[in-house]
């Protein structure tokens, strides 16, 4: 998730449960996972840093994103504002994308989709306009519809570090991760558990992929994690079984979708 606050975030949901939405955090790279390969085919190699600084008295955070289209990259909107708050907003020359080593790309617009909760983690979801068109990385494609209950898919993110990182994850059910003492809310979100790592500090707005017909498929962007069992913030490392990842959807079938077609008709 996005670097440089503290893990945890307690939400009060029905019947007096608890959820601790973790975005952020000390920066790391995902935990148990494998350095990612840039194949070119519209996935991993469309995958890029995002960072923003405001100047002196800002310490600046890093997050991950994912280009949709030539003009456009995809990430989460609390790594657009100031602390991570709605209402203090980054500016477009805030931002800046890495897509590797010293290259930047130019940001000239933040567009933020409505309805965004911070505590629910909801609608947590930003396009970010590039100045110039990129023509050296092909575009994510967008997923067409939602992934199934126990599909595997891949995140991929930062984690605050120079080389990009990849987790394999599971596609859960809200059920699933309800079936213990916090609940979480059913707000149009996608949840996984952990196969083999997943998303950490660093790598919030960063992609979760399910690769259809040899192809990569972008179905979510990363916006935190839990752990279902303490209600607490979660420890990837050490607890792991009870480790739920939070993610908005993005695919076409998604609440998302408008929001995305309507600024990027050639998503996907």
């Not at 192809?215 to 739920?244: H, I, M, N, Y």
């Not at 079938?253 to 408008?258: I, L, V, Y």
Request: aromatic content about 6%; glycine content about 10%.
């Amino acid at each position: 998730m996005v670097r440089r606050l503290k893990w945890g975030r307690i939400a009060s949901v029905s019947l007096a449960a608890f959820v601790a939405w973790a975005m952020t955090g000390q920066a790391s790279a995902l935990v148990k996972s494998q350095a990612a390969q840039a194949v070119g085919d519209g996935g991993e190699a469309a995958v890029v840093r995002v960072e923003a600084d405001r100047g002196f008295l800002d310490d600046g955070l890093a997050c991950t994103g994912t280009l949709i289209a030539p003009r456009w990259v995809i990430t989460a909107q609390h790594c657009t504002n100031l602390d991570r708050r709605p209402g203090r907003p980054y500016r477009a020359r805030d931002v800046v994308v890495r897509p590797s080593g010293d290259e930047r790309w130019a940001v000239a617009a933040v567009w933020r989709m409505g309805g965004y909760d911070e505590q629910s983690l909801a609608n947590d979801v930003a396009l970010l306009e590039l100045a110039e068109p990129v023509t050296t990385v092909s575009p994510a494609r967008i997923a067409a519809r939602p992934a199934s209950t126990d599909t595997s898919a891949d995140v991929y993110g930062f984690g605050g570090t120079p080389a990009q990182h990849t987790g394999r994850v599971r596609v859960t059910s809200l059920a699933a991760v309800n079936n213990g003492p916090c609940l979480f809310p059913d707000r149009g979100l996608a949840f996984v558990t952990s196969v083999h790592g997943g998303s950490s500090p660093g790598d919030s707005g960063g992609p979760m992929f399910v690769r259809r017909n040899g192809a990569l498929e972008l179905q979510s962007v990363t916006s935190g994690a839990a752990d279902r069992v303490s209600c607490q913030g979660p420890d990837l490392a050490k607890r792991p079984q009870s480790w739920v990842g939070i993610y908005n959807r993005v695919d076409r079938d998604s609440a998302a979708w408008a929001f995305i077609s309507a600024h990027v008709p050639a998503a996907g």
